[in-house]
DNA sequence: TCAACGTATTGACGAGCTTCGATATAGTAT
DNA sequence: ATACTATATCGAAGCTCGTCAATACGTTGA
C-alpha cells in the first residue's frame, strides 16, 4: 500500500506536507484561468452565447434584447465584455449589428477549462 | 445552399428572426450554469483545488495559507465557499483540519459546463 | 434637412464579493 | 489550570460588478 497517509507524527508548531510536493499553479496561471471561467460566470452572458450559437451569423442586439431580461445598455455592456474576451465578434449592417461566436477563441477556452478540471475530478 | 443568411429584406422596427428559433436556456438553468463556473472565478480557489488534487488527503489549512497570497481568515474563507459548493469536504484530525476534493461532484460541474460550452466552438 | 431608428457610451447607484483584524472555539502540552 | 496552537466566524472597509436612465452617435427614409 503506497502513499499511506501518516498523521500521527505531526505535532504542534509543524506543517502538514513540508516540501515542494505541494507545487501548485503560479498566481499569474490562477489568475488568467480564472478569468477564463469568470467570462462565464453570468446568466445574461451565457445565454447571449448560447442564443448565438443557434442562430449563427443572424442575431443582432435587438433580437438578444427581445429574449434577454435586462434592458438594452446591458446588452450592449455583456456583449462588449463578451467581444474584449475575444468570444463574439460582430459585423455591422445599416443600422444593426449582427453579432456571432468566434468559436476557435470558445475552442481555447473550453480547452483551458478542461485540461484544469480534468484532473481534479 | 440552405440557411442563406438573408438580411436585406430588413424594415426598420423589424425584429430579426421574429419566431421560436431563438429559444434558449431558461434564465433559471443560465443562473445555476453561471453559479457552476462561478465557484471556479478566483484564482485563490483555483490555486486552493490545485494543491488538494496534487496531495490527496494530506493538506490542512496551515499548508493552504502557507502557499496561498491571502491570510487565514481568507483562506478558512475560500474553502467555505467549496465546501457550499459540494466541490471540496474536509475531516477533522484533532487541531488540524484536512480538506480534499469531492471527486464526483467536480466530475459533475465538468460535465455540466462541457456539455454547454462543446455546441458553442 | 429632419425625424425616427438601432446601438454604444456615460455616469451614477446599489449589491455583492474579497480581504483582514479581532475574536471565538476547541484541541494539545506542560 | 494555563499557555499555546489550528481553524472558524464576525464585522467592517474597500472594491468590483451589474444595471439602467440619459445621452451620444451613426444610419435610414421621407
New binding site residues.
Partial sequence: MTNTIDREER??????CGDTSLAHMTPAAAQELSDDF?IF?????LQILDMLGRNRGQV??????AAL?????????????LREAGLID?E????????FINQAAVARRRAAITEYLQPLG
Avoid: F, M
Fill in positions: 505535532t504542534l508548531g509543524t506543517r502538514c469568470l460566470g453570468h446568466p445574461v452572458r443582432c442586439v435587438c433580437d438578444l434584447e431580461p435586462v434592458k438594452q445598455p446591458t446588452v450592449s455592456h455583456h456583449l462588449k465584455l460582430c455591422r449592417q445599416g443600422l444593426w449589428a449582427y453579432y
